[in-house]
Antibody, heavy 117, light 111 residues
Framework: QVQLVESGGGVVQPGRSLRLSCAAS????????FHWVRQAPGRGLEWVAI????????YYADSVTGRFTISRDNSYNTLYLQMNSLRAEDTAVYYC??????????WGQGTLVTVSS | IVMTQTPLSSPVTLGQPASISCRSS???????????LSWLHQRPGQPPRLLIY???NRFSGVPERFSGSGTGTDFTLKISRVEAEDVGVYYC?????????FGQGTKLEIK
């Protein structure tokens, strides 16, 4: 069955970096685009970034452009989110989600990132 | 594109219907002819799960009591008879252009 498992979250100081990973299994990873979506505590969902099936196209929300980088390694069935220059407002649960038929069809359980001094 | 959901809170009686509206600030029709409007459901402490894609297509395993409709800028999610497991927050989301955006969420509660 389709499984997405995020990791890499934790507590980090403002201005520092963190890299999230999303390990995929149960389907052909290289055949799908992926999203990162985040949810601040008690808030709604915010789309962060998307990457095409082969990694050739990447798009970002304005709030993270220039600071976050989405990437993937199809050899390892893993999606990444490199987060630099972190701010308090980046504190959230970060979800990876597979894209199919234009929708995020399968989601991971999420990993919590807390930016605090 | 701004996605606006109404209502933001919806108390419903078990077994009764429920309806959530989602309006976009511009047409969600993509240049490929598809309308990439989805509905998702999130229970407390859980990740979101996809219910409906491309306006009206139920995702795998989604009960038939959930249905989606609409065109252009106005969309609706309907639950024909609410069950206890349907509580939580419902989000609409568009993927027609970058950036993708979500509605604010509608909290469904049992009266």
């Amino acid at each position: 069955q389709v499984q997405l498992v995020e990791s890499g979250g934790g507590v980090v100081q403002p201005g520092r970096s963190l890299r999230l990973s999303c390990a995929a299994s149960g389907f052909t990873f290289s055949g799908y685009a992926f999203h990162w979506v985040r949810q601040a505590p008690g808030r709604g969902l915010e789309w962060v970034a998307i990457i095409s099936y082969d990694g050739s196209n990447k798009y970002y929300a304005d709030s993270v452009t220039g600071r976050f980088t989405i990437s993937r390694d199809n050899s390892y069935n893993t999606l990444y989110l490199q987060m630099n220059s972190l701010r308090a407002e980046d504190t959230a649960v970060y979800y990876c989600a597979r894209r199919d038929n234009g929708s995020p069809d399968y989601w991971g359980q999420g990993t919590l990132v807390t930016v605090s001094s | 594109i701004v996605m606006t959901q109404t209502p933001l809170s919806s108390p419903v009686t078990l077994g009764q219907p429920a309806s959530i509206s989602c309006r976009s600030s511009q047409s969600l029709v993509h240049s490929d002819g598809n309308t990439y409007l989805s509905w998702l459901h999130q229970r407390p402490g859980q990740p979101p799960r996809l219910l409906i894609y491309k306006i009206s297509n139920r995702f795998s395993g989604v009960p038939e009591r959930f249905s989606g409709s609409g065109t252009g800028t106005d969309f609706t999610l309907k639950i024909s008879r609410v069950e206890a497991e349907d509580v939580g927050v419902y989000y609409c989301m568009h993927a027609t252009q970058i950036p993708h955006t979500f509605g604010q969420g509608t909290k469904l509660e049992i009266k």
